[in-house]
C-alpha cells in the first residue's frame, strides 16, 4: 500500500508541476527537479535511492527507444557528421578533461576514479536537451544535432565508464580499451539491425494495432539485453533498431497501428521523461547526508563540484568554437553552434551511472555529489538562460506559416500521384463514386491551402466547414449516447460509431490549430525547392488593392487571390467557386502563379507542382 501510495503521489506531482510548467512557461524538467529537491527535505517523504539497474535497465531502453522512432533517419544522416562528433569525440574531450581538474582537486583519488567520474559528467541528456529545445522553438537543425547527439552519447560515456572501472578493480591495457569500442560501436548496430529485421518481419504479418503496439513494448528492452549480453552496446542497438523501425514505419504498418503506436508512445515518453527529473531532485538529501561523511573539507568538496560544472560547460563551448572555426562545408551558422553548446545538458542517465561506480572507490559520496551537482547545475544554468540567449541572438524558431506552405505543396502533389492512379484504374462507375473520391480529394487539398491565408475576420470555406460539421458532431454525439442510456444497442456497437466520430472530430481540430499559427506568423517567403520556371519568374510586388475580374463579372466571391508571374492576371485560388488562377494556367499555359495577399510572397509552379 505505501508503495501505491508512493507511485500515486508521485504521478500526481509529476502531472501537477507540468501543468503550472505550462502557465509559468517555464521547462517541466527544470521546475520538477526543484520540487524534487524541495520534497526530498519533508518530514513523511519516504529516501528514494535511484539504483543505476532501475535507470539503465528500466528507463533507459524505452525514452531512447521512445526518441528515436520519433527522429528523421534522413534528417540524423543528413548531420551525421556533426552528430557522431559530438557523440564521439566531445565525450572523450570532457571524460579527461574532468578527470584532470577531478584529479588535480581531490587528493588521492586516481586517474581510474577520476577518469570514472569524466565518464558519467560527460554526457548531455536526450530527454532533457530535446525537452528544453523543443519548448522554445529551437530550429529544427539544431534540435536534431542534439537528439542525434544524446542518443549515442551514452554509449561512449558507458563504454568509457566501464573500462575506468574495471581499471579501479586491477588495471586494464589500452588494448582492451580500443577493443571494447570496436564491440560495444558494431555489436550494437549489428544486434540493432537484426531487431529491426525481425520485428518488420513480424510487424508484415500482424495487423492488429494491439499486438502491434506490444511488440513495440518489448523490443526496446530486448534489443538492450541482447546487446549487453554479448558485451555490446544496449544503447546504440535500442537507438539503430529505433530508428530504422520508424523510417519503414509507413511501409511495414497499418495506418491504424502507426498512430495507436505513436499515441502510446508519447503517452509513455512524457511520464517516463517528467518522472525522470523528479527522481533525480529527490536524491539530494541522502547523497549531501552522505557527503557530511567525507574525509575532504566541506570548501574542497564544494571546489571540486563547481570546478567540474564549469569544466563541462566550457570545454563543450570552446570544442563548438574550434569546430566552427574548421567547418568547411555545410556550415552551421555561428548563433545556432552557440546555442548547440549552451545546450549540453545532462540528466537522469549522468546520476544513474554515478551508482555504477564502486562502492570502495575513493571519495565516492563525493563523486556522487559531483554527479548531482553537475546535472542539477546545467539543467537550471543552462535550461532556464537557453531561451533568453535564443531571443538575444535573433535564432528564428520553425515558422508555421512555412510549414504550412510545405505541408500544402506536398499534399498537391500526393493528391496529383493519387489522381494520375485513379486514371490508369479500371471499374464501372454507376453511382458516382469517382466524383466522391474527387471531391474528397479536392476538400483536403484545398483545406490545406487555405490555412495560408493570412486574411484576419474572414472564415474560408474549410473553416466553415469545421465550424458546422463540428456542431453536427456534437448532435450526432448527443443521439448516440441517448441511445446508449436506453441500453437497445450493443455496446460494441456504440463505441465503435463513438470512435468514428471521435476520429472525425480530432481531425477537425488539427486543421483548425494549424490555421491559428499561420495567422500568427505572417508568411513572407519559403525556402522550398526550385525548378526553371520558378527561377525565371521571381517574386514581384503585389498590386495594391487585387482582385478576380471575373468573379466581379460572375457575382461570385473569391477565397484567395493568385496573380500570374508572367502577365500579371489576377485570379481567385482553386478554393473558390471559379478555380479562375488554374482555369487561366490552362488557357495560356503561364507556368507559375504567386499569392495576391497581404504578405505573402510564395509562389506555385502549376508545371512541377513546387513552391518557392
Known amino acids: 500500500m505505501e508503495l501505491a501510495l508512493l507511485l500515486v503521489s508521485m504521478a500526481a506531482v509529476v502531472l501537477g508541476a507540468t501543468a503550472v510548467s505550462e502557465r509559468l512557461r517555464v521547462p517541466a524538467p527544470l521546475l520538477l527537479i526543484v520540487v524534487g529537491a524541495i520534497a526530498s527535505y519533508v518530514p513523511g517523504v519516504p529516501v528514494i535511492h535511484l ?20 527522429t528523421s533517419l534522413v534528417d540524423f544522416n543528413a548531420n551525421r557528421g556533426t552528430i557522431l562528433r559530438l557523440s564521439i569525440l566531445l565525450v572523450v574531450v570532457s571524460t579527461f578533461a574532468v578527470a584532470a581538474v577531478v584529479e588535480w582537486l581531490v587528493p588521492g583519488i586516481g586517474w581510474a576514479a577520476a577518469i570514472a567520474i569524466g565518464a558519467v559528467v560527460a554526457p548531455p541528456d536526450a530527454v532533457a536537451a530535446t525537452a528544453v529545445a523543443r519548448r522554445i522553438g529551437l530550429p529544427r537543425r539544431v534540435v536534431t ?71 513495440s513494448f518489448l523490443t526496446p528492452f530486448a534489443a538492450f539485453v541482447a546487446a549487453e549480453e554479448i558485451h555490446a552496446s544496449g544503447v546504440i542497438s535500442v537507438v539503430v533498431a529505433g530508428l530504422l523501425l520508424g523510417h519503414k514505419a509507413p511501409i511495414i504498418q497499418t495506418a491504424q497501428s502507426r498512430i495507436t503506436e505513436r499515441i502510446t508512445w508519447r503517452t509513455v515518453a512524457f511520464v517516463l521523461e517528467n518522472t525522470v527529473f523528479l527522481l533525480i531532485g529527490l536524491q539530494l538529501d541522502w547523497i549531501l547526508t552522505d557527503v557530511h561523511e567525507s574525509t575532504l573539507p566541506n570548501t574542497r568538496i564544494a571546489l571540486v563540484c563547481l570546478a567540474t560544472l564549469a569544466t563541462v560547460v566550457v ?26 553548446g549552451w545546450a549540453g545538458m545532462r540528466g537522469v542517465v549522468t546520476l544513474a551511472a554515478a551508482f555504477v561506480i564502486p562502492e570502495d572507490a575513493p571519495h565516492r559520496e563525493v563523486l556522487l555529489l559531483v554527479a548531482f551537482t553537475v546535472v542539477a547545475g546545467t539543467l537550471l544554468l543552462q535550461g532556464l538562460s537557453l531561451p533568453l540567449l535564443t531571443r538575444l541572438l535573433k535564432v528564428p524558431a520553425p515558422d508555421p ?100 466520430l471521435d476520429i472525425e472530430e480530432s481531425m477537425l481540430d488539427a486543421g483548425v490549430a494549424a490555421r491559428s499559427g499561420v495567422r500568427n506568423s505572417p508568411l513572407a517567403f519559403t525556402a522550398g525547392r526550385t525548378c526553371d520556371d520558378l527561377e525565371t519568374h521571381p517574386a514581384v510586388e503585389t498590386a495594391p488593392d487585387p482582385a478576380c475580374a471575373t468573379c466581379l463579372a460572375d457575382g461570385t466571391r473569391w477565397v484567395s487571390l493568385r496573380q500570374c508571374l508572367a502577365c500579371g492576371h489576377v485570379g481567385c485560388c482553386d478554393s473558390s467557386v471559379g478555380k479562375h488562377a488554374t482555369a487561366h494556367f490552362h488557357d495560356t499555359l503561364h507556368p507559375v502563379m504567386q499569392s495576391a495577399e497581404p504578405d505573402e510572397s510564395w509562389r506555385w509552379c502549376y508545371v512541377h507542382n513546387l513552391t518557392g
Do not use: C
Request: without cysteine.
Open 145 to 215: 544535432i542534439l537528439e542525434g547527439e544524446s542518443l549515442l552519447n551514452d554509449a561512449t560515456a558507458l563504454v568509457t565508464l566501464r573500462t575506468a572501472i574495471a581499471a579501479l578493480s586491477g588495471g586494464v591495457a589500452i588494448a582492451d580499451v580500443a577493443l571494447d569500442f570496436v564491440v560495444a560501436a558494431g555489436g550494437g548496430v549489428l544486434i540493432g539491425v537484426v531487431f529491426f529485421l525481425l520485428v518488420a518481419r513480424l510487424r508484415k504479418r500482424v495487423t492488429d494495432p494491439l499486438m502491434d503496439t506490444a511488440i
Open 315 to 340: 570545454v563543450r563551448m570552446v570544442y563548438m568554437y574550434v569546430t566552427w572555426m574548421l567547418r568547411r562545408s555545410n556550415p552551421i551558422p555561428p548563433a545556432w553552434t552557440f546555442l548547440i
Open 51 to 70: 539504483e543505476s539497474e532501475v535507470v539503465l535497465l528500466g528507463l533507459l531502453p524505452p525514452l531512447l527507444y521512445a526518441a528515436a522512432i520519433q
Open 401 to 500: 506559416a512555412e510549414d504550412a506552405l510545405s505541408r500544402a505543396a506536398l499534399l498537391q502533389q500526393a493528391a496529383d500521384a493519387g489522381l494520375a492512379k485513379l486514371e490508369e484504374l479500371q471499374y464501372d462507375d454507376h453511382h458516382g463514386v469517382v466524383d466522391q473520391i474527387q471531391a474528397r480529394i479536392d476538400q483536403r487539398t484545398f483545406a490545406a491551402w487555405e490555412q495560408l491565408s493570412t486574411a484576419v475576420g474572414e472564415e474560408t470555406p474549410s473553416e466553415l466547414y469545421a465550424r458546422i460539421r463540428g456542431e453536427m458532431i456534437e448532435a450526432e454525439r448527443a443521439k448516440v449516447l441517448l441511445v446508449r442510456s436506453k441500453g437497445k444497442v450493443p455496446s460494441e456497437v456504440v463505441t465503435q460509431v463513438l470512435g468514428m
